[in-house]
């Protein structure tokens, strides 16, 4: 079935560096969803990108999808202590459930 | 706004005891989910339902079921709680498959 892969499992940051977390589809999917889950938290919806090659932008995240459908990835540029938490990508290839990676976890050092 | 209730944040069992979870939505959504998340295994789906009534196993059914006598309700079911199932438990819900899915607080069980 789908596999949806995503690294790194864990990041740990100086705040203000950067960071990224991408994301792989073993198929061609219709979209691709980012959540966000703060520790001791649920995940939250952040973004879903449709088109090949779709690039949007909240703040200083920046949110990519490949060309071929199959990869995304997210940036966060100059990460802040409000930026901790586990971020996973999720897929679905036309009416089937979304298949989530299992999320990069990122810790910001203050 | 979108709400998705759980009906407890904490829940201790008995090994072998039945387990019910329920979750609520508000927001007159077709789609809920019942996950799982362990640490290192992210999210794994046990149930869906796209329908009143309606119920399709996801990745790791065993040991679970489902209920959806309402559009607004979803509970999972653990038939004989086992230690293995202790988890996290989230429930999601969404209008149309391709859209947002709002999580719940999430469901923390421990199974003795």
């Known amino acids: 079935g789908q596999q949806v892969m995503q690294i790194p499992q864990y990041q740990h940051v100086q705040e203000g560096e950067d960071f990224t977390t991408y994301c792989n589809s073993s198929?061609?999917?219709?979209?691709i969803q980012w959540y966000k889950q703060r520790p001791g938290g649920h995940p939250v919806f952040l973004i879903q990108?449709?088109?090949?090659?779709e690039v949007k932008k909240q703040k200083r995240l920046t949110f990519q999808f490949g060309e071929a459908k199959k990869n995304s990835s997210l940036h966060i540029t100059a990460t802040q202590t409000t930026d901790v938490g586990t971020y996973f990508c999720a897929g679905n290839s036309g009416n089937t459930p979304l298949v989530f990676g299992k999320g990069t976890r990122l810790s910001v050092i203050a | 706004d979108v709400k998705v209730t759980q009906s407890s944040r904490y829940l201790v069992k008995r090994t072998g005891e039945k387990v019910f979870l329920e979750c609520v939505q508000d927001m007159d959504h077709e789609n809920m989910f019942w996950y799982r998340q362990d640490p290192g295994l992210g999210l794994r789906l046990i149930y869906f339902s796209y329908d009143v009534k309606m119920k399709e196993k996801g990745d790791i059914p065993e040991g679970y079921s489902v209920s959806r006598e309402k559009k607004e309700r979803f509970s999972l079911i653990l038939e004989s709680a086992s230690t293995n199932q202790t988890s996290m438990y989230l429930c999601a819900s969404k209008k149309e498959v391709q859209e947002t899915q709002y999580f719940g607080p999430g469901t923390r069980l421990l199974v003795l």
């Open positions: 990108l449709v088109k090949s090659g």
């Open positions: 198929t061609t999917l219709s979209n």
